[in-house]
């Protein structure tokens, strides 16, 4: 058994440190319950995930929602790095009306038999993990003598949230889709709406009539957040839960339009993962586009050869989200970027379905091109597993004037997600009803799509 205690300023000390060896030591099964959750923690615990999601083994986690701490885009991270659905990864979120939900445990089960524990004080955030507060608690490990009956309590305290009868305040999600759900009912706050919250809280602090403000000394964390590892779900999200530099360079090039903003040094090739993001937004309240399938876009769908892709408008508004590299000969803006794709009904829905790159490519641009100049996203063939999933059910496959949802990345999950829409559905009527108005008012984006706000994206997807 071992004590922690950041308090004595010592990167040894730090929850992190720990972790950080752990994880990297045959992780066979892990279990963790941790009052407040963020994404940016993620990169501490990202060679386990990758691991598990790969070997699909099991681990189950549940966080606490308190206060309206734990935003939207944090339990979105999590789902998918958990990779759900998935029958052995089991997630849960908590919150009560009075009182918090508070534990702070994780479990690893490592190959052999070990079995290590973490129990104290330290949330799983970025500011516990990393020592920037100060946090006290106990390490357990069996191969150091410690009780394996004390240790299977600490893992069966995890597990016991998932066995009927469901405890009151809590929440299943089995599947990112239903973090909008979460939101709806209060469980969890949008991220943009806690910001606001934290801003106006910091503005009322630094306030007139609060008292004299304290000018003493602050903490700096103890260790930094590990490399990234492997690129996959895992890997991708722990890139994503990176601290975010919003000013990251771009530069414009003469010989390209300035719809595009290029990384320094784009001649190396295309850009991808987090590095492919230049930390500008779409408009405000916007998530992405509404789209109306040509038939490029429904090509494997209608029975024709070739790949699949969407034609993205060439408007600054959508395009500035990226840093392009340039690949290929003649040379191309391109990005990289994993893309999900689901299809939803009224009764139901299938996948996500995961392609761990999907290019967004500029045509035409350079003097050596021939093509027209557009820009599009291509479409892997993971596609075709969707519409095979879909025919079974008796839906609709996507066909040319159908309309589907395509959700930009963020820094926070820097993934397309792709959601088709069966033609007879209310989502499918509500996607048509918003892009006519938006055709009547002459407000779409390009010819074939209008903005998606992140309102209509909750109300339509399940």
Known sequence: MRY???????????VGTWLDAIVRDGVEELRFQTGFFSRDALRWIAPALERLRDTDSLVRAVVGSNDGGTT???????????????????????????????????????????????VGSANLTRSGISGLHVEAGLVLDSSEGDDSDLLATIAQAVDAWFVAPVRP??????????????????????????????????????????????????????????????RGVAGGVAEAAATYDVSRPVEDRPDYPDIFRFAPGAEGGAMSGIEALSGQALPDGMVGLIVRLNRDTARRALGGPGTANLTIPMSSDVLRVFRFGLDGTPPKPRVELPLSIRFVADNGSVGPYRAESASLIGYGFHPDETS?????????????????????LGWAVPAAGNFALLEWPTPG???????????????????????????????????????????QRAAWLP
């Open 4 to 14: 922690l205690d950041s308090g004595r300023r010592d990167a040894g000390e730090a």
């Open 72 to 118: 939207d885009e944090d339990v979105d991270a999590l789902a998918v790095a958990l990779g759900l659905p998935r029958s052995t990864a089991q997630l849960g979120v908590v919150t009560y009306t009075s009182g918090y939900f508070h534990p702070k445990t994780i479990h690893v089960r490592l190959v052999g038999g070990r079995s290590v524990a973490y």
């Open 169 to 230: 305040g809590f929440h299943p999600v089995t599947a990112p889709d239903d973090v909008a759900g979460l939101v709806a009912a209060g469980v969890l706050t949008e991220a943009s709406v806690a910001e606001e919250q934290r801003r106006a809280r910091e503005s009322a602090a630094s306030g007139a009539g609060r008292g004299r403000r304290y000018t003493g000394p602050g903490l700096q964390p103890l260790v930094a957040p590990p490399e990234a590892g492997p």
């Open 372 to 392: 027209h100049r557009n820009v599009r996203l291509t479409i892997p063939v993971v596609e075709l597993e969707l519409q095979s999933a879909a025919e079974a």
């Open 413 to 455: 999950r820097p993934t397309w997600s792709l959601t088709y829409l069966e033609p007879s559905s209310s989502a499918h009527s509500a996607a048509s009803e918003a892009f006519n108005e938006a055709v009547t008012r002459r407000e779409t984006v390009g010819r074939g799509a209008c903005w998606l706000s992140a309102a």
